[in-house]
C-alpha cells in the first residue's frame, strides 16, 4: 500500500513563501505522476500542479509564475515551492500520486496539510 505524507504547511502573511513536501513510500516513485491539490472551504478540490515521471510539469493558471513543483526520486519526494503567496493560496493542499501497472490504475492521496495566508 502506497502512503503519502505532506509536510510544509503553515501560516504565512501574503507575499511570502512555503514549501510543500509529499514523501512517498515504497519503490516505484519513479513511475509515479504526482501532483498537489487545493481545495478551500466551500470550494471543490482544484489542481495546482502536476510533475510527470519524465519531469514535465502543468500549473493551474492562478499559480503560474509564483509556485514551482519538483521531484526528487533519490528522496521519494515531491516538492512544491511557493512564493508570492496570496490570501487566496489559503487552503488544504493534498499531494497526489498516479500510475499505471499491469494495465491498473492506481490514484492515491495524502493526509493534507494546510496552507493560511494572511493579508
Known amino acids: 500500500q502506497v502512503q503519502l505524507v505532506e509536510s510544509g504547511g503553515g501560516l504565512v502573511q501574503a507575499g511570502g513563501s512555503l514549501r510543500l513536501s509529499c514523501v512517498v513510500s515504497g519503490n516505484i516513485f519513479s513511475i509515479m505522476a504526482m501532483a498537489w491539490y487545493r481545495q478551500a472551504p466551500g470550494k471543490q478540490r482544484e489542481l495546482v500542479a502536476g510533475?510527470?515521471?519524465?519531469?514535465?510539469?502543468n500549473y493551474a493558471d492562478s499559480v503560474k509564475g509564483r509556485f514551482t513543483i519538483s521531484r526528487d526520486n533519490a528522496k521519494n519526494t515531491v516538492y512544491l515551492q511557493m512564493n508570492s503567496l496570496k490570501p487566496e493560496d489559503t487552503a488544504i493542499y493534498y499531494c497526489?500520486?498516479?500510475?499505471?501497472?499491469?494495465?491498473?490504475?492506481?490514484?492515491?492521496w495524502g493526509q493534507g496539510t494546510q496552507v493560511t495566508v494572511s493579508s
Open positions: 510533475i510527470s515521471s519524465v519531469s514535465s510539469t
Open positions: 497526489n500520486a498516479q500510475y499505471t501497472m499491469y494495465r491498473t490504475d492506481y490514484d492515491y
